[in-house]
């Protein structure tokens, strides 16, 4: 399996950004989708966003529309997700994943894809 580690994590007051990075070991286009999800203290992981190999499609939480984005970067493998607006309810700890998708009965999931070790983002005033 592919190897991710995630950068860019760190701590900003409420309305600041962060750029999160996740490279990956190997190739990020042969895989099927690659995203992010977070867990917040006391609370289930959550996914966030999820973009697909095949046609760039890109999905997000509801509670993320609008302010966070999620992009690649094939020749540096390379994904990244653009936070912005950022709110003290999206502290939590942030992974980069493969392997999700998207459903309208369950949203953004995962099936038997990597992990990254995960960083932390705290939005704090």
């Known amino acids: 399996q592919v190897q991710l580690a995630e950068s860019g994590g760190g701590s900003v007051q409420p309305g600041g950004s962060l750029r999160l990075s996740c490279a990956a070991s190997?190739?990020?286009?042969?895989?099927?989708?690659i995203g992010w999800f977070r867990q917040a203290p006391g609370k289930e992981r959550e996914g966030v966003s999820c973009m697909s190999s095949s046609d760039g499609s890109t999905y997000y939480a509801d509670s993320v529309k609008g302010r966070f984005t999620i992009s690649r970067d094939n020749g540096k493998n390379t994904v990244y997700m653009q936070m912005n607006s950022l709110k003290p309810e999206d502290t939590a700890v942030y992974y980069c994943?493969?392997?999700?998708?998207?459903?309208?009965?369950?949203?953004?999931?995962?099936?038997?894809?990597?992990w990254g070790q995960g960083t932390q983002v705290t939005v704090s005033s």
């Open positions: 994943v493969t392997d999700c998708g998207w459903a309208a009965d369950v949203g953004i999931h995962i099936g038997f894809g990597s």
């Open positions: 190997g190739s990020i286009s042969n895989l099927y989708a």
